[in-house]
Nanobody, 115 residues
Framework: QERLVESGGGLVPAGGSLRLSCAAS????????MGWYRQAPGKERELVAA???????TYGNAVRGRFTISRDNARAAAYLQMNTLKPEDTAVYYC?????????WGQGTQVTVSS
C-alpha cells in the first residue's frame, strides 16, 4: 500500500527555520514529481514548492528565496528547508508524490510561526 509520511513540523518564532521531510513507501515510483502544498485556515490550498524527477524546481511566489526543496530518489523522499519563517507561513503543509492526474498525499503536518 502506498504511503507518504511527513515529519518536521512544529512551532517556531518568526525568523526561524524548519525542515520538513516526506518519505514515500509501497509501490510508489520514486521517480515521480514530488512537492508540498499548504493550507491556512480560511484560505485555499496553495503550491509551496515542487521538484521533478530530474530536479526541476518550482516555487510559490510567497516562499521563493526563503524555502528550498530537494529530493533523494534512492529513498523516494523529499525535503523542504524553510528559512526566515513568517507568521503568514502558518499552515498545514501537505506532501505529494505523482503527476497531477494521480497524486498520493501525506496526512499533513502543522507549521506554526509565532510573531
Amino acid at each position: 500500500q502506498e504511503r507518504l509520511v511527513e515529519s518536521g513540523g512544529g512551532l517556531v518564532p518568526a525568523g526561524g527555520s524548519l525542515r520538513l521531510s516526506c518519505a514515500a513507501s509501497g509501490s510508489i515510483s520514486r521517480f515521480n514529481p514530488m512537492g508540498w502544498y499548504r493550507q491556512a485556515p480560511g484560505k485555499e490550498r496553495e503550491l509551496v514548492a515542487a521538484i521533478s524527477s530530474d530536479g526541476r524546481l518550482t516555487y510559490g511566489n510567497a516562499v521563493r528565496g526563503r524555502f528550498t526543496i530537494s529530493r533523494d530518489n534512492a529513498r523516494a523522499a523529499a525535503y523542504l528547508q524553510m528559512n526566515t519563517l513568517k507568521p503568514e507561513d502558518t499552515a498545514v503543509y501537505y506532501c505529494y508524490i505523482g503527476p497531477t492526474s494521480a497524486r498520493n498525499w501525506g496526512q499533513g503536518t502543522q507549521v506554526t510561526v509565532s510573531s
